[in-house]
């Protein structure tokens, strides 16, 4: 059964900008995304919004729907009473380009960091050979699909923009996860995570895990254990003697 749903999306640029009232059809199945695209259709043609797979595939439509961050193509209408105001809101975390997009470069930037896969160097491409029991912990971080929402909802980096220069965030703490547990790269990532990749500054509290669409334990099977592993280098009496002996 369709209906008319009370809407109030966030408009504005660089400049500035304001929440708006719109009242707007929403018919059975439909997502906060085809809501979105109708109000293009019908009333607000110049509605700025990013979006591509309609699949929960592309990490494109991410945003805040009353306060919660979301894939907009993932939302369904049915998860709201019909008679309460949905609000779009751009993600708060990256600076506005207009509506309800947001420019998302800082991302790129930390993922470009990062150092890529290192394999053995006497191991040419074609001759890598990998146990799935080998790659079995790092394959759920490979299902991550850059909707950033994660590094939208934590707060080291949510309202604290001079943070961002030290913090690389939990979607590249899964990223230096993956290649710390990938049982052919042979760099090690750990003094780097907590130098120059801030793990240090994050204190576990899991947001980042709650909105991921993904469902990949962010914080349990990422970043705790990374934590675990910088702590016994540099922690353990042992580990502590044989890296001034022996460091890499
Ligand atoms: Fe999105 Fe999850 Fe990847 Fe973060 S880890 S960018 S929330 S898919
Ligand atoms: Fe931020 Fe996630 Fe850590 S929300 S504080 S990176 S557990
Ligand atoms: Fe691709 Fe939503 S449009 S994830």
Redesign the pocket.
């Known amino acids: 059964m369709g209906y008319e749903a009370a809407f109030r999306i966030w408009r504005g640029d660089v400049d500035g900008g304001d929440l708006q009232d719109y009242t707007v059809e929403v018919n059975e199945g439909e997502v906060v995304l085809d809501i979105l695209h109708r109000l293009q259709a019908t009333q607000t043609p110049d509605l700025a919004v990013r979006w591509n797979c309609k699949a929960g595939k592309c990490g494109s439509c991410s945003a805040e729907v009353n306060g919660r961050p979301r894939l907009t193509c993932m939302t369904r209408m049915s998860v709201f009473d019909p008679n309460e105001t949905v609000t779009v809101t751009p993600m708060r975390t990256f600076p506005i380009i207009r509506d309800l997009v947001t420019d998302v470069s800082f991302n790129y930037a930390k993922a470009r960091e990062i150092p890529s896969f290192t394999p053995p160097a006497d191991l040419a491409p074609g001759e890598y050979r990998m146990q799935q029991v080998d790659v079995q912990r790092s394959q759920e971080f490979r299902k991550c699909i850059e909707c950033f929402l994660?590094q939208n909802?934590?707060?080291?980096v949510r309202d604290h923009e001079e943070n961002k220069e030290a913090f690389a965030?939990?979607r590249f703490?899964i990223r230096l996860a993956e290649l710390e547990m990938h049982p052919l790269d042979v760099a090690d990532r750990r003094d780097a995570a907590q130098d120059e990749d801030g793990l240090g500054?994050?204190?576990?509290?899991?947001?980042?895990?709650e909105v991921c669409p993904e469902n990949i334990h962010?914080?349990d099977n990422a970043?705790i254990p990374m934590k675990e592993r910088v702590a016994g280098r540099r922690y353990d009496p042992i580990v502590w003697l044989g890296n001034k002996l022996f460091r890499r």
Do not use: E, R, W
């Open positions: 994660c909802v934590c707060h080291v965030g939990p703490f500054l994050c204190n576990i509290t899991k947001c980042c895990t962010i914080t970043i």
